[in-house]
């Protein structure tokens, strides 16, 4: 076999020959592999019976143009007998005998794989172009990585022109933002030859930041070798906001823009240890509004959520800074107030909370009025877990509702707490009275020994309480002075008292005297005195006939300014008699040093003056030692004709009880002194 038949046999592309019509006429083994006919069962076939119909022209052209003398090279795509495609690189050549074309020659390369191949790069490449995302491609084995290609999504989302990526580090995309330990993490995928997904703080050519969703895997060449890094970038500033907008609605409330639960309950983890260490209280409020829900259902959700906004701005204003106010509810608030000092700020918060909430909402041309049932817990009582306290105040704002709404519950445990609750509802109750004015005074005559007349009374107050009828001033008067309330039920009482008393006098022409119990706190603070003048110029009442009841306590603290008020009171021409006179410290001798001029001898002696001899010694030894003194002596509380009897004996002056009066309102007061001035009683036997 010579070359050229060598050539012919062997080779691995189809070599076929044609005749000057177009037949096969030889045809090599490879040929077989592109037609799927055995070289013999070829021959005598047209070419065209092959070539696909959009081929069809080009290849005869191709054909002709051999025929013709011309070598050409072209491509076409074929369909063999087994129907399977094939596209093909076909070269004719002019079959030459004698200076003539008598045939031509083909060589025909199957290029089906390598088309496929490119189609689907140029796909690949179209796609990267188009993509939203930017890519950038970079040579893994030149120093430093520089760019090879970079997308028009990956310079529009970083500025940059193409001239000035191409051969760069994409370090450029880095500034002042970008964490370390993101880059470091970046680099150890690249050294390590490893896919890498991070997201990263990158700067576009202007400075503006934006956050790069960044995914970089190698390419490695047909031994494995890693030859380029490619990368693909997603600018996700956008989605990062969002996030963050997500995080903080997480936490935050989005309508009032309040703190949710979750921070709550943070918080008050934070602020429990705090307290721990420092040991001061934390309080808990669970704050309720009462009736939201007409409002939502009457005037609509705008309107309910306007007032949800007012209501979240008005508890704000209460709080201070390291006070936490979340809501955890539709109408749901809860206040965390850390490192109290004592109760008393609790119950001033939840006060001020409660009228401050129940003050009338303007929204729009809607008026709203609300009030609001809050329940408090402390870490006064252990708990094992912090937000057990949330729990607890939840669970006494429920109460708070159980009690009527428009007030606030302490949750307690025990009795000891029960008292304390009573102590809170009372607070809140005086508070009304004092408003709703449902006190009234009662007046108890006091009675002259000598003439068995009655000269004057005590004035003492009655709470009128709506539901649990008249409660006694034992119970609230404590109380009072604890809270302070007592300033303004005092002046109430001083006014009403001599507003009676002139109105008593005018009427029956009679000059009785009026005694009004004052509380220390009352008695210490400014303006006390000042309040007496003005309630006497009111009702122009001569001040000889009101006097002031005033125990041993007014004298304890302070003395110095105490005597000197006493002084004020007597240059006034008042008179002030010292109550309960017995149970305190005052030795009558002390006594001598004040402008004092009664002292009442305290109940509990009178009570036993006849059964008990030291009882009986006391007084005795009191209105013997008085009488030294220039003191009058008031025995109160005297029950039995025995007792009266007795003191009678012992010269006391003035006498009151139950058995010669009870306490009594004002109409039967004016019932008993008239029936007085008609037929004294006569003088003890
Ligand atoms: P007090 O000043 O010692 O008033 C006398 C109390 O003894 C009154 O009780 C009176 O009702 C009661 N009492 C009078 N006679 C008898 C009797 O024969 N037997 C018995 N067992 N009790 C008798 P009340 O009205 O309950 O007042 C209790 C205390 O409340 C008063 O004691 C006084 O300390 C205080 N209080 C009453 N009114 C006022 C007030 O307007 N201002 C202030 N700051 N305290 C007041
Ligand atoms: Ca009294
Ligand atoms: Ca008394």
Redesign the pocket.
């Known amino acids: 076999m010579d070359i050229t038949q060598s050539l012919f046999t062997h080779n691995p592309d189809g070599v076929f020959s044609l005749d000057l019509e177009g037949y096969f006429s030889s045809a090599n083994l490879a040929t077989t592999t592109l037609t799927g006919l055995a070289p013999d069962d070829l021959i005598g076939i047209h070419y065209s019976r092959f070539v696909e119909p959009e081929y069809q022209a080009c290849t005869d052209e191709a054909y002709a143009r051999a025929k013709l003398g011309e070598p050409v090279r072209y491509e076409t795509q074929i369909v063999d007998a087994r129907g399977e495609r094939h596209v093909l690189d076909v070269t004719n050549i002019p079959m030459m005998l004698d200076e003539q074309v008598v045939g031509v020659y083909g060589i025909a390369k199957d290029i089906t794989h390598r088309k496929q191949q490119e189609t689907r790069l140029h796909i690949l490449q179209r796609s990267i172009e188009v993509s939203l995302n930017g890519i950038v491609i970079v040579d893994a084995q030149a120093p430093d990585l520089p760019v090879l290609y970079a997308n028009p999504p990956f310079l529009r989302i970083t500025g940059y022109d193409m001239e000035e990526v191409m051969g760069h580090n994409c370090r450029f995309l880095q500034g002042p933002d970008t964490d370390p330990q993101t880059v470091a993490k970046l680099r150890h995928g690249i050294e390590h030859h490893r896919e890498v997904r991070v997201t990263l703080r990158n700067y576009h050519k202007e400075g503006t930041p934006f956050w790069n969703d960044l995914y970089i895997s190698p390419i490695r060449d047909g031994n494995g070798c890693v030859t380029h890094f490619v990368g693909v970038m997603h600018d996700i500033s956008e989605h990062k906001t969002n996030e963050a907008r997500l995080a903080y609605y997480a936490s935050h409330d989005a309508l009032t823009g309040l703190p949710h639960r979750t921070l709550l309950e943070e918080r008050l983890a934070h602020d429990y240890q705090l307290t721990l260490r420092n040991a001061s209280l934390l309080a808990v409020l669970y704050i309720d509004l009462d009736d939201f829900k007409p409002i939502n259902d009457s005037l609509g959700f705008g309107v309910g959520d306007k007032t949800l906004k007012v209501v979240a701005r008005r508890l704000e204003s209460l709080i201070t800074p390291g006070d936490t106010l979340a809501r955890v509810g539709g109408n749901e608030f809860v206040m965390l107030l850390p490192g109290l000092n004592d109760e008393d700020q609790v119950w001033g918060m939840a006060e001020r909370a409660l009228t401050l909430l129940a003050t009338p909402y303007v929204i729009g041309t809607d008026e709203i009025y609300m009030t609001a049932s809050i329940g408090i817990a402390t870490n006064q009582e252990a708990v094992k877990q912090p937000v057990e306290l949330i729990r607890r105040a939840d669970m006494a704002m429920h109460h708070a509702k159980r009690m009527g709404r428009n007030t606030y519950h302490w949750f307690t445990h025990d009795t000891t707490g029960s008292t304390m609750n009573e102590r809170v509802v009372l607070r809140r109750e005086l508070h009304e009275a004092i408003q709703q004015q449902q006190f009234t ?2 007046y ?1 005559p006091l009675v002259a020994a000598e003439s068995g007349q009655t000269i004057g009374f ?5 709470w009128q309480h709506p539901v649990h009828g008249v409660i ?3 119970v609230f ?1 404590p109380l009072a ?1 604890q809270t302070g309330q ?1 300033i303004k ?2 002046q109430w ?1 001083m006014e009403q ?1 001599c507003h009676d008393l002139a109105m008593i006098n005018a009427s029956l022409g009679s000059d009785y005297t009026v005694a ?4 220390p706190l ?1 008695f210490r603070r400014d303006g006390f005195l000042a309040s007496i003048r003005q309630a006497l110029e009111a009702t122009n009442l001569a001040p000889h006939l009101l006097e002031i ?1 005033i ?1 041993e306590g007014v004298l304890m603290e302070h003395t110095e300014a105490a005597v000197e008020t006493l002084h004020s009171l007597r240059n006034m021409g008042m008179c002030v008699a010292l ?2 006179f017995g149970t305190g410290f005052s030795s009558l001798s002390y006594l001598r040093r004040l402008p004092i001029k009664k002292v ?1 001898i ?2 509990s002696f009178v ?1 036993d003056v006849t059964t008990r001899r030291h009882d009986a010694a006391i007084a005795q030894g009191v209105i013997t030692m008085s009488h030294h003194l220039d003191l009058q002596v008031v025995a ?4 039995t004709q025995e007792q009266l009897n007795f003191l009678t004996e012992q010269k006391c002056d003035l006498f ?4 010669l009066a ?2 009594m309102p004002l109409e039967k007061l004016k019932e008993y002194l008239h029936l007085n001035a008609q037929s004294p009683p006569a003088p003890p036997a």
């Open positions: 005074l009662y108890q005590e004035a003492l107050i009655r006694s001033p034992a008067i002075e007592i039920i005092g009482v008292a009004i119990n004052i509380s009352q009841e125990t109550d309960d009442k305290d109940r009570k109160e509380g005297i029950e009151q009880g139950y058995l009870r306490p």
